[in-house]
């Protein structure tokens, strides 16, 4: 085996030092998102080296191309450890004593507030479970438990180019995730038995649906809302969190296995019909975790003139795709030229074959270039980190804490791409939660902004 690049050692020493020093500063204001942003970042790009055969690296791409890609994570990794510095030390200024007496308060409210909020997130995903059924054919058995019918379900199916009803389905859809999601985080914060005891009967019948879909993506957007709230609130011991994790680390890896492996017979049919032999997928290497290769793609691209630089074009097309198709007939698609360069095909409806993840670094360069780009990505991280951190010092509210916990978890999948396709469902949970504030507040419920 070829040996690991110099480039390769120092990034990791970089994240193990960086790592070092937050966890020493644990109470400033940005470090756990900090933490989070570095381990996606080790996660996407020096995982992709260590889990990919180094050979088959050195075999595909220039060394040219993985040196510059080695070099772009330092500068990442740095640069975001830098700028996040500063914008951590302006938040902590405008920490102030009130804030304290405001905790004081939200924690008396605690636990009665995310009752009420429970109940409100559970009598709306259950209008939009029907919704979703009317817009399926009402499909219940196949969206509830997929591996009890042959017949797989889209419960917000709509064309890529959809029409005037198209951004309100995805919008459903974005919603859905997200309800799902805050069950497991119910399920874990709630110190009420009957709360946990729902919680958990809705994870049972709200998160096959997507487990037994193709998107790993989603499947991780639904789940890691209740896991980053066990790792850092619940009470079980340092022991305990790691095996309980080691386990979650090896299921996740031989379902993703197997479900890469399914995508073309259907999840839910394959499991019905042959099952899932666990030793099989085990040792078993999926797709998926290429950001690295991705990387030096993009960067062979630009040495050999094949990529013009976009100077913002790109994130400005993610920015506004928000914008249904319907009031903007011709915004732009996102993602189809890479692809195009990456071997997709293109059909006469402008439907590519298959779309290709440029990676949080490769968006960057591809946008800005091989070096101004990913002080762009590091600027990008350092806002988001910021913006996250207003959540994550009110977690004594119960709105805030659920948002933040789902801002995080989106985190980790934004190290595919940065781009509100992972965002919406933390976006459109935040207009959610605010209207149920703004009911709240109607009301003259307690719950403080």
Known sequence: MTPLPFMFFVNILTCILLSINILVNWKKPLAIIRLTIIATISFWYLGDIIYTDNNLINDNHTPLSIETSL?????????????????????????SLSQKDAIKVEQQNHEQDLIKIFYFILYSWLILFFIAQYNSGFKVVASILPPLSDDYVNLWRRGRFGGAMGFLISTGGYIHIFLSSMFGLFFIISKNRKIKKYSLIMICLSWPYFFFGVGRNIMLAVSLPGII??????????VQKTLILFILLIFFHIWFSFVLSARKSGVAHTFKHQGIDASSYANKKHLGLDMFKELCYINEFINRGDIELKWGQGYLAQALNI???????????????????????LSSENEVSHTVSLGLIGQGVIEFGQYLGCFVVAWLLSIWSYFLSHFWHKRYNILYLT???????????CGREITLLVLFPFIFGFIFLKFYEKQSRSRNRVLVW
Do not use: C
């Open 71 to 95: 070099m772009q994570i330092f500068i990442i990794l740095v640069s975001y450890f830098i700028i996040s510095s500063l914008f951590e030390k302006k938040l902590y200024m405008k920490i």
């Open 323 to 345: 914008v249904p198709r319907a009031i903007w007939p011709n915004k732009p698609a996102i993602g189809i030229d890479y692809s195009l360069l990456r071997g997709a095909t």
């Open 403 to 413: 948002l933040f916990l789902v801002g995080l978890s989106l985190s980790f999948n």
């Open 229 to 238: 709230a066990y790792i850092i609130f619940y009470k079980h011991s340092k």
